[in-house]
């Protein structure tokens, strides 16, 4: 059994005083338990020692992640982070190949994979993402090209505890925009990536990974997609943002 993931990824928003104020919001609306369903922060990086610092102090199971990282250990690369760095201030997952990182910042499938070995190899959970443009969804090959995704950012991967390894399916025309994919178009694109799974890694693997979906969710559609046999739960952006939207959508997921 998959136990469900909401993860709220807040991109660059929140100094750090806002941050530690929204992580104690969020905090104190869990306070009772989440239940089985695991519950992800991802700060901007200059917060995430305030927020884990939150979490710590009121002994919260919400977990803490990161929304980059650098492959590398140490050494000469101005301005980046290495996972060792994030353990350091508590961080035990991290966002990475956000479609906002592949087309701004020019991510490669190559890069995502090297960062996901990176932080595996320190014991932090890749939460990778992958998902098509609406070019390629209009051309009708959305799920050929998710697909070669999921190929290229596994690509020698060893998983032997799937619980370690989450993909989150972001479609980009969905993303911030309010357009959100139906239930069955994120359950269409996960069980092809359940799929790809079980072919990789075999079925138990590929059983035990959680697929979440992204765009536009919120508390008013959430349960929707989590009905889906391969939607686990969903990668937050702006719903993530309000302490009340974002728990509203943690409880969703709890029933
Ligand atoms: P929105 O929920 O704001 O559409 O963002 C989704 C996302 O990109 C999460 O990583």
New binding site residues.
């Given amino acids: 059994m998959r136990n469900r993931m909401i ?1 709220g ?1 807040w ?1 660059m928003n929140e100094t750090f005083a806002e941050g530690v104020e929204l992580a104690q919001g969020i905090v104190d609306q869990l306070a009772s338990g989440t239940g089985n369903v695991d519950v992800v922060i991802a700060p901007p990086l200059v917060d995430l020692k305030g927020v884990s610092e939150v979490l710590t102090q009121a002994n919260s199971s919400v977990a803490l992640s990161a929304q980059n990282v650098y492959w590398e250990e140490s050494g000469a690369f101005t301005g980046e982070t290495s996972p060792a760095m994030l353990t350091s201030v508590g961080a035990t997952y991290c ?1 990475i190949g ?3 990182r592949r087309g701004y910042f020019g991510e490669t499938d190559e890069d995502i994979n090297r960062k996901a070995k990176a932080l595996m190899a320190h014991d932090i959970v890749p939460i990778s ?1 992958c998902g098509e443009s609406l070019e390629v969804r209009n051309a009708g090959t959305h799920v050929q090209f998710v697909v070669d995704q999921i190929k290229a950012d596994t690509k020698g991967l060893e998983i032997t505890d799937p619980s370690k390894y989450v993909i ?1 399916y ?1 479609p980009i025309w ?5 357009m959100t994919a139906t239930a069955d178009d994120a359950q269409e694109v996960c069980g092809a990536i359940r799929k790809t799974l079980v072919e990789i890694f075999g079925a138990e693997i590929a059983d035990g990974i959680r697929i979440l979906y ?5 508390p008013e559609n959430v349960g929707g997609f989590l009905e889906k046999e391969d939607v686990d739960g969903a ?6 943002l309000k302490a009340g939207s974002f728990v509203a959508m943690v409880k969703s997921a709890m029933n």
Avoid at 174 to 178: N, V
Avoid at 214 to 218: L, M, R
Avoid at 235 to 240: D, E, W
């Fill in positions: 993860a990824n991109k966002i956000h479609s906002e993402c989150a972001e969905a993303i911030g925009t309010g992204g765009g536009s969710a919120k990668l937050v952006g702006g719903a993530s």
